[in-house]
């Protein structure tokens, strides 16, 4: 079994999120596929992964902001999107 993938969640200019999810999760797919992509600043497709990954994010919690994001993760992705 992998180590977790750590997402760097950016809503530019208002916030920066953290989120973990497991390496095999469709979530860990959609952000892999995403890296370094913004909505609303690049050219991206009506069904890129982005798109995805954008509007499952309420479904689970982001780490707090007052800890110390504690790896192990396989890999860290920094995506969002900008207002």
């Known amino acids: 079994m992998g180590y977790p993938v750590l997402l760097v969640w950016e809503e530019v200019p208002e916030s920066t999120?953290?989120?973990?999810?497991?390496?095999?999760s469709d979530m860990a797919?959609?952000?892999l596929a995403s890296v370094g992509k913004y909505i609303?600043?690049?050219d991206l497709e009506d069904d890129h992964p982005l798109h995805q990954l954008?509007?499952?994010?309420?479904?689970?919690?982001?780490l707090p902001h007052d800890k110390v994001a504690v790896g192990p993760f396989s890999k860290v992705v920094v995506?969002?999107?900008v207002m």
Do not use: I, M, P, R
């Open 17 to 24: 999120k953290l989120y973990v999810f497991e390496e095999t």
């Open 29 to 31: 797919k959609w952000a």
């Open 40 to 42: 609303n600043q690049d």
């Open 54 to 62: 954008s509007e499952n994010l309420g479904q689970f919690d982001e």
């Open 79 to 81: 995506c969002g999107f």
